[in-house]
């Protein structure tokens, strides 16, 4: 379902987010690993480090084997479209 924690697949991105991209001159999508609602986690919740609403994503340049094309954001509320990746 949208909104749903996943690892791979297509994300569910909040309206108007745009896909991201890589930070170099060679602009590329980032490949999508993971989206967390953080109400589906927040029982296992210690010391209150993750928000207990919301949803992060995790996206990443699976080529890059230095780790440093990554991009994890945050956005409060639950109105995500489904959004596969721009052709």
Same mark, same amino acid.
């Given at each position: 379902?949208?909104?749903?924690?996943?690892?791979?697949?297509?994300?569910?991105?909040?309206?108007?987010?745009?896909?991201?991209? #890589?930070?170099?001159?060679?602009?590329?999508?980032?490949?999508?690993?993971?989206?967390?609602?953080?109400?589906?986690?927040?029982?296992?919740?210690?010391?209150?480090?993750?928000?207990?609403?919301?949803?992060?994503?995790?996206?990443?340049?699976?080529?890059? #084997?230095?780790?440093?094309?990554?991009?994890?954001?945050?956005?409060?509320?639950?109105?995500? #479209?489904?959004?596969?990746?721009?052709?």
């Amino acid at each position: 379902p949208i909104g749903a924690s996943r690892i791979g697949g297509v994300p569910d991105l909040p309206a108007g987010e745009e896909w991201p991209e #890589t930070p170099s001159a060679e602009t590329e999508r980032l490949g999508f690993l993971a989206e967390i609602n953080c109400a589906e986690i927040a029982p296992f919740h210690i010391n209150g480090v993750f928000p207990r609403s919301g949803h992060l994503f995790v996206f990443a340049d699976p080529e890059d #084997t230095n780790f440093t094309a990554w991009q994890i954001f945050y956005h409060p509320n639950d109105e995500l #479209t489904r959004t596969p990746l721009p052709d």
